[in-house]
């Protein structure tokens, strides 16, 4: 399994943009389904996104399309998420997941590894 740790969290404004990454151990993270999730107080855990191994198809969860892009390079064994123009409801403990399956399935139920999370604030 890869280990998974997440930096690019913090508080920002609304409207304002972050940058996640999502840094992965071991040399076989370019055979990994990448994706990103997360969760906020009181609520399930949601698919924000996911990308293939190849990082050619990418899937989104509706309340980012069009305002969140994920991407990876497998030089670097890391997968990113460009936040931009935040709003208050994308506060979450953001997660990066790991998956030789389908992290699409049942919100990130076949992932083989989690990260530790990274707290990103939106303030309004």
């Known amino acids: 399994q890869v280990q998974l740790v997440e930096s690019g969290g913090g508080l920002v404004q609304a409207g304002a943009s972050l940058r996640l990454s999502c840094a992965a151990s071991?040399?076989?993270?370019?055979?990994?389904?990448m994706g990103w999730f997360r969760q906020a107080p009181g609520k399930e855990r949601e698919l924000v996104a996911v990308?293939?191994?190849?990082?050619?198809?990418?899937t989104y969860g509706d309340s980012v399309k069009g305002r969140f892009t994920i991407s990876r390079d497998n030089a670097k064994n890391t997968v990113y998420l460009q936040m931009n123009s935040l709003k208050s409801e994308d506060t979450a403990v953001y997660y990066c997941?790991?998956?030789?399956?389908?992290?699409?399935?049942?919100?990130?139920?076949?992932?083989?590894?989690w990260g530790q999370g990274t707290q990103v604030t939106v303030s309004s």
């Open positions: 997941a790991a998956s030789t399956s389908d992290l699409r399935v049942g919100v990130g139920t076949l992932a083989d590894s």
């Open positions: 990308i293939s191994v190849s990082g050619e198809s990418t």
């Open positions: 071991g040399r076989t993270f370019s055979s990994y389904v």
